[in-house]
């Protein structure tokens, strides 16, 4: 169980380029989604928390307007990287937590790897 | 500020034990948790920590101490498919996740 279903896994573009990353809960209903990027040998660096619903919450030094989610259903959250440019090129990592509160375990996603050229 | 601190890298032998420590200073407490992240791949949950003592799964177990603000992953019978970077992450009293940055494991046979 607690499956969580990320797409694309790999993605390269041009500059310019607006990228859409989805992000699904498979098995179970997630009321609150995380995005995540995440540099060569660094940590998981937490990027906006979202419930379903309502408008994302994003970290300090987080640009919303760069960083599109919207979190339309309790089992899909979406990342669009809008205009991306080279230094936007990262591990981009999604997880779901499900219904049960804040102690509940996140599940992530496979991640995906974008290159912005 | 909020810290989560853990080494950097460690080598271990196949088939033996190795603990990988984590100390944290973090505004509130609401439980501790251990991810397994091979390279290039998304972490995995491993183990939930929230009162004090050895919660045993396996081949893996995790301890925690709150009063002392340390946690160890505890990984025994030790398998070439174990290297891989465990992370260790504190759920501070607004329910925040604070990652620490991960201990490589190299596994040697």
């Known amino acids: 169980g607690a499956v969580v279903s990320q797409h694309p896994s790999w993605v390269i573009c041009k500059s310019g380029t607006s990228v859409k990353i989805e992000c699904r809960s498979l098995?179970?209903?997630?009321?609150?989604m995380f995005w995540y990027r995440q540099f060569p040998k660094q940590s998981l660096m937490l990027m906006a928390t979202s419930n379903e619903g309502s408008k994302a919450t994003y970290e300090q030094g987080v640009e919303k307007d760069k960083f599109l989610i919207n979190h339309a259903s309790l089992t899909l959250s979406t990342l669009t990287v809008t205009s991306a440019h080279p230094e936007d090129s990262s591990f981009y990592i999604c997880?779901?937590?499900?219904?049960?509160?804040?102690?509940?375990?996140?599940?992530f996603g496979d991640g995906t790897r974008l290159s912005i050229l | 500020g909020q810290n989560i601190d853990q080494p950097t890298e460690m080598t271990a032998t196949e088939g033996a034990i190795v603990q990988i420590n984590c100390t944290y200073q973090?505004?509130?407490?609401?439980?501790l948790f251990w991810y397994q992240q091979h390279a290039g791949e998304a972490p995995t949950f491993l183990s939930y920590?929230?009162l004090d003592g050895l919660e045993e799964k396996g081949r893996f177990s995790s301890f925690l101490s709150r009063s002392k603000g340390y946690s160890y992953l505890l990984l025994k019978e030790l398998q070439m498919k174990d290297s891989a970077s465990y992370l260790c992450a504190v759920m501070d009293s607004n329910y925040q996740l604070i990652w620490g940055a991960g201990t490589k494991l190299i596994i040697k046979p």
């Open positions: 973090t505004s509130g407490f609401n439980g």
């Open positions: 098995d179970f209903q997630a009321t609150t």
């Open positions: 997880s779901a937590r499900g219904v049960g509160g804040e102690s509940q375990p996140q599940h």
């Open positions: 920590n929230v």
